[in-house]
Nanobody
Framework: QVQLVESGGGLVQAGDSLRLSCILS????????MGWFRQAPGKERGFVAA????????YYTDSVKGRFTISRDNTKNTVYLQMNSLKPEDTGVYYC?????????WGQGTQVTVSS
């Protein structure tokens, strides 16, 4: 079993920055591919960013390219999402995902609110 705990969310103004963290615990003997997803009010959960097991490859949805950076520190079992130039459209609950088997694992989510 793998547990994921997100932190770092909060209420900020447009243009500000936040850094989200996701700490893995439990059966962390493997370095899993990781991702960040978000869910805005009234919308379906959507993909934000992903990173492979080593951190050598990253992927982003178009709306966050150039503003968000996903990274990881496998020695700390932690994945990060650095969010710069935040926009109100970035508001939502951000969830961390690990590609564990047989099913992916999810954290509880952390709220990010960006005011105009």
């Amino acid at each position: 079993q793998v547990q994921l705990v997100e932190s770092g969310g909060g209420l900020v103004q447009a243009g500000d920055s936040l850094r989200l963290s996701c700490i893995l615990s439990g059966r962390t003997f493997s370095n899993y591919a990781m991702g960040w997803f978000r869910q805005a009010p009234g919308k379906e959960r959507g993909f934000v960013a992903a990173i492979n097991w080593s951190g050598s490859s990253t992927y982003y949805t178009d709306s966050v390219k150039g503003r968000f950076t996903i990274s990881r520190d496998n020695t700390k079992n932690t994945v990060y999402l650095q969010m710069n130039s935040l926009k109100p459209e970035d508001t939502g609950v951000y969830y961390c995902n690990a590609r564990t088997t047989p099913r992916s694992s999810w954290g509880q989510g952390t709220q990010v609110t960006v005011s105009s």
